[in-house]
């Protein structure tokens, strides 16, 4: 399994972006997708994750009502809207896919991993 991670950029504070995360299979519409992030000299962290059935959502609490995870399971896609983006959520963002039907905020539990994409939120 393939993810190609797109939509990152440089964004004035408030303004907003779109990630999408674009898998080489459908395979992964059985799985839970998830987005982490890294900031410089953090570790990653989880941001959002979503099941395949549903589907159910969840969030980070610091971004819950900003960020909205969504999937299209015809596409082979799942993207990540970002809204009122403040500059702490600069980071690299990833997408991660996870074989286990079950929401899942460790690393350690996501199987495949897109290339990172940076955001950049400007104060």
């Known amino acids: 399994v393939q993810l190609v991670v797109s939509g990152g950029g440089l964004v004035q504070a408030g303004g907003s972006l779109r990630l999408s995360c674009a898998a080489s299979t459908r395979t992964i519409n059985t799985f839970v997708m998830g987005w982490f992030r890294q900031a410089p000299g953090q570790e990653r962290e989880f941001v959002s994750a979503i099941t395949w059935s549903g589907p159910y959502t969840y969030y980070t609490d610091s971004v819950k009502g900003r960020f909205t995870i969504s999937r299209d399971n015809t596409k082979n896609t799942v993207d990540l809207q970002m809204n009122s983006l403040k500059p702490e959520d600069t980071a690299v963002y990833y997408c991660?896919?996870?074989?286990?039907?079950?929401?899942?905020?460790?690393?350690?539990?996501?199987?495949?991993w897109g290339q990172g994409t940076q955001v950049t939120v400007s104060s």
């Open positions: 991660a896919a996870n074989s286990r039907d079950s929401i899942a905020v460790k690393e350690s539990s996501y199987d495949y």
